[in-house]
């Protein structure tokens, strides 16, 4: 089993929908998560860190359930410069960053 | 600041041959990752040092693959024997003890023909 599980889609959604994307994670002893970013042919980049209490950026929003070892992100409003694989972070232990596969997303017009 | 560089950004290589991908990190990142990604698929995780401690392997898919970082700092990637199924964008990445973000390479694209 992955230590990081995400639907690799692809997700395909007219301009102003609302997507929401999952992932698992396996080691109940994670510390801490993240939803990175992947424009295509581009390297990875940070979106945004992912806390206990859930959190807002934007028309981004991160939850976390440690108890079911569940992570989601939704993008409400989505745009068109949205359309990227969206990766989801787990932070095993010890700075032991594992990167899901990835989730790929399409805004259209 | 520098950022993870990695080398060389293109390689067309024949089957069976042997290469070297090289991976150097930002300075003073403990932590370094390889990952790799073939055409039209996800991120696939090979392997991970931290430190001086015992890299992690378990993501190498045959043992014609193997990793090494000296000085705990730059680090090969090497693939002996290469097949076409090895092609794929080979992303480095590090970060820092006690980080919460970690930095990739811009990767290395390898062809096997």
């Known amino acids: 089993r992955k230590e990081v599980e995400q639907d690799p889609g692809p997700f395909n959604v007219p301009e102003g929908a609302t997507v929401a994307f999952n992932c698992t994670y396996s080691?109940?002893?994670?510390?801490?998560f993240f939803w990175y970013r992947q424009d295509c042919r581009k390297e990875p980049k940070l979106l945004m860190s992912?806390?206990?209490s859930g959190n807002e950026d934007g028309r981004f929003t991160a939850q976390l359930n440690r108890a079911s070892q569940y992570i989601s992100l939704l993008i409400r409003d989505s745009k068109l410069s949205d359309s990227a694989t969206y990766l989801c972070?787990?932070?095993?232990?010890?700075?032991?960053?594992?990167f899901g596969a990835g989730t790929r997303l399409t805004v259209k017009p | 600041g520098a950022g993870v560089s990695q080398s060389p950004s293109n390689k067309v290589t024949e089957k069976g041959k042997d290469v070297e991908l090289r991976c150097d990190p930002i300075?003073?990142?403990?932590?370094l990752y390889w990952y790799r990604q073939s055409l039209g698929q996800g991120l696939e995780f090979l392997i991970y040092?931290?430190?001086?401690?015992?890299?992690?392997k378990s993501g190498l898919p045959s043992d014609r693959f193997s990793a090494e970082r000296t000085g705990g700092s730059v680090s090969t990637l090497t693939i002996q024997r290469t097949q076409q199924e090895d092609s794929a964008v080979y992303l480095c990445?590090?970060?820092?003890?006690?980080?919460?973000?970690?930095?990739f390479g811009q990767g290395t694209r390898l062809t096997v023909v």
């Open positions: 080691n109940s002893a994670s510390q801490s």
């Open positions: 040092f931290q430190g001086n401690s015992a890299p992690d």
């Open positions: 990445a590090s970060s820092s003890q006690g980080a919460t973000e970690a930095f």
């Open positions: 972070v787990v932070n095993r232990y010890n700075n032991d960053m594992r």
């Open positions: 992912v806390y206990s």
């Open positions: 300075s003073g990142h403990t932590a």
